[in-house]
Every structure is written in C-alpha cells, then in structure tokens.
C-alpha cells in the first residue's frame, strides 16, 4: 500500500502573516478615523467660521494686490493722519501712506512669522517629546530637565533680551528668538501624548513580533499621539502672531522698513486719542487672525482626539 499523500507544512512566518494583517486593518482604521474628524469638523460651526476667515486672511497675505492696487509705501506727509473717508476707507498713517493698503499688506510679515515659528515648534516638540516619551528613564529625565530650564524663562523676557542686543530684526531673526523660547509647551505636550499610548497592546504586539524602536515610533506611536499637538500647534500659531504684535509694540519686534501690523500698532500708540484708527484696525485685524487660528485649533483638537469631547 503506496504512503498517503501529506499536504506541505506551511513555511510562511507568522511574524510575516500577522504583520501583513495588521496593514490589511490597519489602513481601514486610519482612513475611518480621518473621516470621522471630517465629518466632525464640517458639522462644526465655529470650524467653517474659522476657515472662512483664515482663507481670507492667507489670501491677503500671499496675493495683497487681490485686496488693494495701492502701494503702501507712496506716502505723503500733507495727507498726514486723515480720518476713514471714501478716499482712504482706514484714513491715512502719521506718514501719509493709505492706511488700508498697509494693513492689507502687514498681513505678510505677521502671519509668516506666526507660521514659521510654529511649524519650526512642531518639528522640534515631536522629535524631543516622541524621544522623551518612548525610552523613558535617564534619556526622558534628561530632555525634561532641559525643557524645563528653557520654560523656566518667560518666551517674553527671553525674546525681550535677545531681540534688543541684535541690530538687524526681520522676519528670520524674530521668528528664530521665539522658537527659542517657545518650543517646551508644545514639548510636555507631545510627552504626554507619547506616554499615554507607549504602553498600549498594539505597541506592545509590536514589540513582541521583533519590531524597532523607530519603526514603532514612527508607525504606532506617532500616528496616535499627534492629535492633540496638531491641534495646539494651529492655536499656538496665533498665539505667535499676538506674540510678534507685543514684542514690535515695545520697539524689539520687525524693524522699518518692514510691513506688519505690530509695526503700526507701535506707531499709532502716540496718537491714540487725536487718531484712533491708527491702533483700531490693525487690532482687529490681528484679533480676528488670533480668534481664528485658535478657535480652528479648538475644533482640530475635538476632531481628532476623541477622548477631548464631551
């Protein structure tokens, strides 16, 4: 009697099998998750409210011929400080320049550094947070320390010192002073984040199937720890935009002959009572850039951290 016929054993991993699984689920998750903060987000008012206004703010920022022809830099000193007319629809500054067109055009300068700073902020808190965060013990104790020397100083006074000894303060010099001191918040942040989900199963799974420190990282860790930073990171851009408006007010912010709307709140302070719309519309301007970043932040936050709603 011939031996019966065995099937072959199966030679395929199951480290192989199940890491394959797990990308098979894996994408769906990621894909139901974004389009759950989607359809959050498009059901959320104050989201629309905030997008409309940013979009019309970036707008102005990237392409100020679209708001005005004007160049505001022609300036003359007999049309100095005229109030808000058909002619000049925010009056004129103490040079004479068309009011209107500088505030359109401050926009630049302000919003730029606003995004520089907080995109530089974010790169640098997700490295030291996903790093502190995810090995713990002496390398975390140490890049905690470090952030916490560095929190220690107010962004403020930190910035007040180092802007008043540089001679030359444009848009890369500000925006440099204020990474400096501004990163840590968003550091302790991604920390936390990190934390809360280092010792999760499927982090755990991972390891267990011979994974590395840097494909957990960036595969597990980092996907679902970034949702709360994201969302103050686009609060904290207008967090910045108020920041580089204070610090040109009190004189070590952008210098002349650059454009920005803490510039010409500096400017209008002498003149507050005899020509109040000089500090009137670039404060609206900016409050209104402030609330929309900070309110879209709010919205982001909700959207993609589910624990965060109520």
Not at 32 to 40: E, F, G, I, K, V
Not at 50 to 55: E, N
Not at 228 to 253: D, K, Q
Request: aromatic share 10%; net charge neutral; hydrophobic share 50%.
């Amino acid at each position: 009697m011939s031996e019966m016929h065995r099937p072959e054993a199966r030679t395929e991993p199951i480290d192989s099998h199940l890491e394959t699984e797990g990308n098979k689920t894996k994408k769906p998750e990621e894909a139901s998750l974004l389009a759950d903060a989607w359809r959050s987000l498009r059901r959320n008012p104050w989201f629309i409210i905030s997008a409309v206004l940013l979009l019309i703010f970036l707008t102005m920022a990237v392409f100020p011929s679209l708001f005005t022809n004007t160049d505001p830099r022609e300036c003359l000193l007999e049309r100095s400080r005229r109030d808000p007319s058909g002619e000049f629809w925010f009056g004129t500054d103490v040079q004479g320049c068309d009011y209107y067109s500088r505030v359109i055009h401050g926009a630049r300068n302000s919003i730029a550094v606003g995004f520089i700073v907080a995109i530089g902020t974010f790169i640098i808190s997700v490295v030291v947070g996903l790093v502190a965060g995810y090995f713990g013990g002496w390398v975390d104790a140490l890049l905690s320390r470090i952030t916490d020397m560095v929190f220690a100083v107010p962004y403020i006074l930190g910035a007040l010192v180092f802007l008043n000894v540089l001679q030359s303060r444009g848009v890369r010099e500000v925006a440099f002073v204020l990474i400096l001191f501004m990163w840590p918040t968003m550091t302790r942040l991604m920390r936390g984040s990190v934390i809360s989900v280092v010792n999760a199963e499927f982090v755990m799974a991972a390891r267990a199937l011979g994974a590395g420190p840097i494909t957990i990282m960036r595969r597990h860790i980092l996907p679902n720890s970034l949702g709360p930073v994201i969302g103050y990171a686009t609060v904290f851009t207008g967090i910045i935009i108020g920041a580089e408006a204070t610090l040109t007010f009190l004189g070590v912010g952008l210098q002349l002959p650059a454009i920005s709307w803490g510039l010409q709140l500096s400017d209008a302070q002498p003149y507050l009572q005899t020509a109040p719309h000089l500090l009137l519309f670039p404060v609206i301007f900016v409050g209104l850039t402030v609330f929309a970043f900070m309110t879209m932040g709010d919205a982001i936050r909700d959207a993609l951290d589910p624990k965060s709603k109520k």
